[in-house]
């Protein structure tokens, strides 16, 4: 297929030899990234006034994770965000934790956060440190460079951000870089939109990818991928995946494995899996982990 490696073109799985392969050379990987970017950049302010409320899968997912550490929400909290958006998951946070709380909020699109930050609408005892950051960029360029502080974190999420991320190797990537934040004891949540899930999304992003990879010129996609636009907007188009269980085992077996071969063991396991969000309760799969470590059952 065009999409394959092309020779003098270095794929993301030759820059990590360790991550499984990539179907796209990194200049495709670039690109679809690219695209995301500048659908945020032209849509944050009317995808943002759709974007208010919390997810109904963060109560689950806390429940599960106070239910396995009581102490969680009784004691300061550091944690990390990556895709931040306009932080709706902070004000989550704040309203469940009284202790202090100390955020690291990742985005490149620094319009998204923007309002939050300005007024604040944030409570108290919440601390918001944003950094605007193009996630796949740095995975590309600095895949040994953590994206915060190792072991430090009690809690690190990836809301709506697995799907934008073009390749296998990337979404591997991202877990590793949940775990690594991690103390131990910590847990790491991350959400996996799968859209098909709904035949109306189904059938949008079946006509929308045709109509995109022939405007952007776009090889043949793999298994999953595909282009969504947004309300009425012209030429704008978002990548998103669509991550099935079965890839979801093997994201974790392959971050797993990999997390023993390191001499710090960033090992970690599976506490609860669960699917919650939209009128059928199905549109996103969630996965909550916690770091393993010799003090596993510690948060601080």
């Known amino acids: 297929m065009s999409g394959a490696n092309q020779p003098g073109s270095p794929t993301v799985a030759e820059r990590r030899p360790s991550t499984t392969a990539s179907i796209y050379p990194v200049d495709i990987v670039r690109k679809l990234s690219a695209l995301t970017s500048e659908f945020y950049g032209h849509e944050a302010a009317s995808f943002s006034a759709t974007r208010q409320t919390p997810w109904h899968g963060w109560d ?37 934790v009284r202790e202090p709380v100390a955020v690291h909020a990742l985005d490149n699109c620094a319009a998204l956060p923007k309002d939050e930050l300005d007024a604040p609408l944030l409570s108290d005892h919440l601390d918001v440190a944003f950094r605007e950051i193009d996630l796949v960029e740095h995975l590309l360029d600095s895949p040994d460079i953590p994206l915060v502080n190792p072991g430090t974190c009690n809690i690190a999420v990836a809301f709506g951000l697995m799907h934008h991320l073009p390749t296998f190797a990337l979404r591997v990537r991202i877990i590793q870089e949940l775990i690594g934040a991690l103390r131990p004891g910590g847990f790491a949540i991350a959400s996996f939109w799968q859209f098909l899930n709904d035949s109306r999304i189904a059938a949008k992003a079946a006509a929308v990818t045709v109509e995109g990879r022939a405007a952007r010129h776009l090889p043949p996609f793999g298994p999953g991928d595909h282009l969504l636009g947004w309300q009425h907007a012209q030429d704008v188009y978002r990548f998103c ?16 494995e990999e997390a023993r ?31 393993r470590g010799p003090q596993a059952d510690a948060l601080c």
């Open 261 to 291: 071969a390191d001499p710090e063991s960033l090992t970690f396991r599976e506490v609860a899996r669960f699917s919650a969000d939209g009128k059928e309760g199905n549109l996103n799969r969630y996965v909550v982990l916690q770091r």
């Open 241 to 256: 995946h669509h991550t099935t269980d079965s890839e979801i085992d093997k994201l974790l077996t392959r971050a797993q």
């Open 60 to 96: 689950e997912a806390w429940r599960i994770i106070v239910e396995e550490s009581p102490e969680l929400a009784a004691k300061p909290l550091i944690a990390l965000d990556l895709g931040c958006g306009n932080l709706r998951f902070e004000r989550f946070l704040s309203e469940r």
